[in-house]
């Protein structure tokens, strides 16, 4: 009993561990190796290198004797096996079972069947990273991999260090607990992160139109308005746009159409700003109100250039809702960013002003500072 609770305790909060490393690593390791080496490395080999570090740890644990060959094995077979379902990579994943055969010279000594018995888990364990998309597209499946696996690896260990098959069986159950916990722990996290990036996703984007939202043009305004005042960027330029009587289509074809027309708009636009040569990104800042901001030292000529050439293309576009085909105008106020504007209201304010003045004289016009 001392054995399986030991074993438990040692393997239980070292997977725990183990697991929210490998997800930090995950998130955080491209960005800390380019803060500190200037390049980025990719994250599988990051993961190894992880991995390689830990179990040679535990081998040299080991090896000085501050840690039973129970305990020792049971941090090993779980790092393993866990990689072998979780990295992506085969030929990390062949690196680092590479790694870990190295380790373990002189291998009992030379003793030709434990060899033989430990080239054989690392092959079952390379098998099991070969087919891992498999293996874990059903719960029940994986499941039984981790029992069998399991299983398997600890009757190798029983023979190459002279366990007691009671013993064994023990530990072994006791291991095969301490993996689920760890995969539903894995799955936890991984939920976890996925609603993490929804919720990222819904506040940064408008939910009708899919393009950016307000609360992501305020952020990014207030980041490019900041490197303009340091000198670090060159000119950038925001652009406020406004479909021309756009309460027109609500009030006669109804609001759903409305939003078709919006919808219809945003993809447009997008698609055209997408093939321009400089920096240009959408914002869905009001109503029928959008926001473009262009970066990357776009000239003034360029910008009217721009917006004078989606005009034109605006006038063949046609879109289909509540029975009929509705075509649109817009109209648009152009500033840039200066030195001495301090705050984004002194910008917005600008190109809103420039905006009504478009309005005023007709609409279906850009005005510009």
Not at 73 to 79: C, E, I, P, V
Not at 206 to 221: E, M, P, Q, W, Y
Not at 256 to 263: E, Q, R, S, T, Y
Not at 326 to 345: F, P, R
Request: charged letters at 15%.
């Amino acid at each position: 009993m001392e054995l399986f609770g030991n074993t438990f305790f040692w393997s239980f909060f070292f997977m725990i561990g183990f697991v929210a490393t490998l997800e930090l690593i995950e998130d955080l390791g491209n960005q800390v190796t380019i803060r500190l080496f200037h390049r980025k490395i990719e994250t599988v080999w990051l993961l190894v290198a992880y991995v390689v570090v830990v179990i040679l740890f535990v081998r040299v644990l080991r090896l000085f004797g501050t840690t039973y060959t129970w305990t020792a094995n049971a941090l090993r077979n779980g790092a393993l096996i866990y990689m072998s379902l979780k990295l992506h990579s085969h030929k990390g994943y062949a690196v680092l079972l590479g790694c870990v055969f190295l380790s373990f010279w002189p291998y009992w000594d030379w003793n030709m069947g434990a060899l033989a018995g430990f080239v054989g888990t690392l092959v079952l364990l390379y098998a099991l990273n070969y087919w891992q998309n498999w293996i874990r597209r059903n719960q029940l499946r994986l499941f039984a991999t981790l029992c069998v696996t399991s299983l398997i690896i600890w009757l190798f260990d029983m023979y190459s260090y002279g366990y007691e098959l009671g013993q064994t069986l023990s530990v072994t159950v006791c291991f095969i607990a301490v993996m689920v916990l760890a995969y539903l722990y894995d799955q936890l996290l991984a939920y976890r992160k996925r609603r993490e990036q929804e919720l990222t996703y819904d506040t940064q984007h408008d939910a009708l139109t899919g393009v950016h939202s307000r609360i992501k043009f305020n952020n990014d305004f207030s980041r490019y308005r900041q490197l303009v005042n340091d000198g670090k960027i060159p000119v950038v330029h925001l652009v406020m746009v406004d479909i021309d009587h756009f309460k027109r289509v609500n009030d006669t074809y109804g609001h759903l159409a409305g939003d078709a027309v919006l919808k219809a708009f945003a993809q447009d636009f997008t698609d055209y700003l997408d093939t321009m040569t400089f920096p240009a990104t959408l914002y869905r800042t009001g109503g029928e109100e959008f926001s473009v901001i262009l970066n990357g030292g776009t000239s003034n000529e360029q910008a009217s250039v721009m917006l004078a050439n989606y005009r034109k293309h605006l006038a063949n576009l046609k879109i289909n809702a509540a029975g009929a085909s509705i075509k649109l105008t817009i109209s648009a106020g152009v500033t840039q960013i200066a030195a001495a504007d301090h705050e984004n209201d002194q910008v917005i304010s600008r190109a809103d002003a420039n905006l009504y003045a478009a309005k005023r004289a007709g609409r279906d016009r850009v005005v510009s500072d």
